[in-house]
């Protein structure tokens, strides 16, 4: 169990150590870091004491703490409740060099959004545990550009695929080593069924396109149009049989009157899918999920979810449905099971201090239990208030009314 420091200080790219930032946000970073797993550390500069100029910071934290210490059993978490992994690539966010204007950051928060407006529940699993003991509890594993791997990570990687394991992957995944040494071919290039045809591509004006080919899972709420946006980068692959989308090769956006293809059909993938037993494989050449966090292109973001859903099954074993932004976590705990929900819903998610919360209405949970564990008492611990449910087919159903910042619904 990993300690997060929640600095109750003015953070940020302006700082004043020695004045506090607003208590919402305060209270949201807190509400992260048990939700998460962590154990929330609250401090401030120069306030250690409570001798400092601005004391506005002790009251929310003593709050804080006093209700985590009334219920402090239902935080003691035993193991994360889901099937979706997403691999941390920390050597590729130290080592590699991106395309010219892009930071790294982008790839990791634009599959970060896709998953919460998804309302998947996941787990991060970093890059140096990939053994079939570290992974045999996921259906599907998802690599945002994880341009570093080593011969054996990639060979980890293959042993998963081979046990029945699915894998999403976007960009230059595995086209380096550990030694960020560029290979002639991708590392994974056999796993997907894939070979590099070309370098990178960018854009002169209009981004790629993606050209609809045929009917898939993946196209799920698209209609009326043979175009799909694709990525302002791409590293070209080599074609396939039968693909289901093709690039359709950048071109000028202006002057409007030259705005057309010179090219509109390809038989270069946009996507790659493949199945092998079990296991369901996705490849995407271009950076979709860097590209759709920059653009807020929400077609891109739909395009990743699908993937994301296609490889990871479709019967996730946490599922909340409502309206509003969420993060979901949901542990097995010490006293039996806990759904943690954070709302994001917030004109400040991405930017600036959250200054108000704003609630959002009944959240449907639906939770399948291990073989032999039942419920007595729901409990929610920010409300305390118990709730009804309902068991069918070995889940649990249970409705949250309303969740202001955050909920708990404690399962016992």
Known sequence: MSTNVTGAWSTGGIKWRNACKSPQEDQMWLDESVASGMVPYHHFIGGETGMGEDRRWLEPGRQYFNWTAKHDRHFVNKRSICNLGVVMGQRTHLFYTPPRGVTMSQYMDGM??????????????????????????????????????????????????????????????????????????????????????????????????????????????????????????????????????????????????????????????????????????????????????????????????????????????????????????????EAGFAVHVLNYTNPNMHRGWIREFYPIGPQKVRMTLPAGRHVTRVELLRSETNIPFRMAGGAIEFTIPKILDYEVAAMY
């Not at 341009?147 to 046990?163: G, M, T």
């Not at 990525?231 to 070209?236: D, G, K």
């Open 112 to 333: 970060y959004y896709a998953l919460l407006e998804g309302r998947f529940l996941f787990d991060f699993v970093h890059e140096d545990s990939l053994a079939p003991d570290d992974l045999k509890k996921y259906s599907a594993l998802v690599l945002p550009n994880t341009a570093l791997l080593s011969d054996e990570q990639c060979r980890q990687l293959a042993a998963y695929v081979a046990s029945g394991g699915s894998l999403l992957a976007t960009f230059e995944t595995s086209m380096y080593s550990e030694r960020n040494q560029r290979r002639a071919d991708f590392g994974l290039a056999d796993v997907f069924g894939i070979h590099r045809a070309g370098e990178v591509q960018g854009t002169n004006g209009n981004a790629f396109y993606a050209r609809i080919e045929k009917p898939h899972e993946i196209l799920a709420g698209f209609t009326n149009t043979h175009w799909l946006p694709g990525a302002e980068y791409r590293l070209p692959v080599a074609p396939v049989d039968s693909p289901v989308l093709t690039v359709v090769p950048g071109f000028v956006a202006y002057p409007p009157e030259l705005a057309y293809p010179p090219q509109s059909h390809t038989n270069e993938p946009a996507v790659v899918l493949r199945e092998k037993g079990k296991s369901r494989l996705a490849w995407f050449p271009g950076d979709i999920e860097r590209t759709m966090w920059r653009s807020g292109h929400t077609d891109l973001s739909r395009l990743l979810q699908n993937a994301i859903r296609w490889v990871s099954g479709g019967n996730p074993p946490v599922s909340v449905e409502g309206t509003g932004v969420i993060e979901t976590f949901a542990w097995e705990t």
